[in-house]
C-alpha cells in the first residue's frame, strides 16, 4: 500500500465507534516500533511528525521510510505533519511525501485561522492530502486549569469553521492539554458531545498520553476518531535508554535503541487495544 489520507480511516473509525491512534515520532526506531505495534494489533495507525522535530528526523526521510513502511503493510498507514505553523510548512511536507498535515493556527484570530486554512486546504486536497486543523486553544498540562479550559472551542464557530474551510478534521480544545497533567484534566463531555454531534467531520483529542482509561473509553464511546500521543512516547522511549545505560559499562549503542524500541511498541500496543476495545466491526477481519 501507499501512505493514505487520514479521511477515511477516521470515517470508518467515526461509523465503527472507535479511535485511530496519532503516534509522533522522532526517528527509525520509534516509527518501526509504532508501525510493528499496529501491525500486531491489525490496526490502522497515523505517524506525526511535530513541527519543532522536523529538522531533528529529516522530513524527507520521515516521507521516505514511512512510505516504504506502507509498502509492506497491508493495514492504513499516514503520515502527517503536527501543528503545521505556516501555509509553506505544509507545503514543504506534502513536497516530502506526507499523507496529511495539521495546520494549527489557534493562537491566531478566527479569521486568520480561518482564511490561512482554506489556502492549506486547497493545496493540499489538489495532491489528495488530507488536512486537520485546530479550532479553540489546547495549552500544556503545566498550565492551570483556569488556563487549559480558558479557549474551549464553541460549537457555532466549529459549524462555520468547517463549512468554510472543507478540512477533513477538527482538533478541539475540550479541556485536555499536551505533555503531563500537572492539573487536570477536566473535560468538558457536554461541550464535546455537542461539538460530535454538529461538526460533520471526525472530532480529534490531542493530549491523549495521560488521560485514565477510562475518560478515554468516554471520549471514544462519544465519538471521537483520532487521539494524539506524543510525550508519552518520548518519555518512555528516555526511560529505555536509561534503563539499558544503568544495566552495565559494556552498553552498546545496538543495545540502547533496542531496549527504547521494545518500551515505545509496547506502549503504542497498549494504547491501540484501549482505543479499538469499543469497535462494533474489526478491521483485522477484512483485512486478515
Known sequence: MKLVPIIEMLEDARKHRYAVGAFNIINLEMLRAIVSAAKSERSPVILQVWH????LIGGSYAGAVAQVAAQESDLPIA?????????????TCIRWGFSSVMIDLSSASFVDNLEHTKEVVREAHAG???VEAELGRIYGGENPIETQTSALTEPERAVEFVGKTEIDALAVSVGTAHGEYLY????DYDLLEQLIRVVRVPVVIHGGSYIKEEEI???INLGVAKINVGTGLMNTYVDGARDALGEHNGVRAQDIMRRAQAGVEK???KKIRLFVSLRTSSIRDSSS
Open 52 to 55: 519543532g522535530d522536523l529538522d
Open 184 to 187: 487536570g484534566p477536566v473535560i
Open 267 to 269: 506502549v503504542v500496543q
Open 79 to 91: 503520515l502527517q505533519l503536527d501543528h503545521g505553523q505556516n501555509v509553506e510548512q505544509v507545503r
Open 128 to 130: 489528495n492530502v488530507s
Open 217 to 219: 473509553m468516554r471520549l
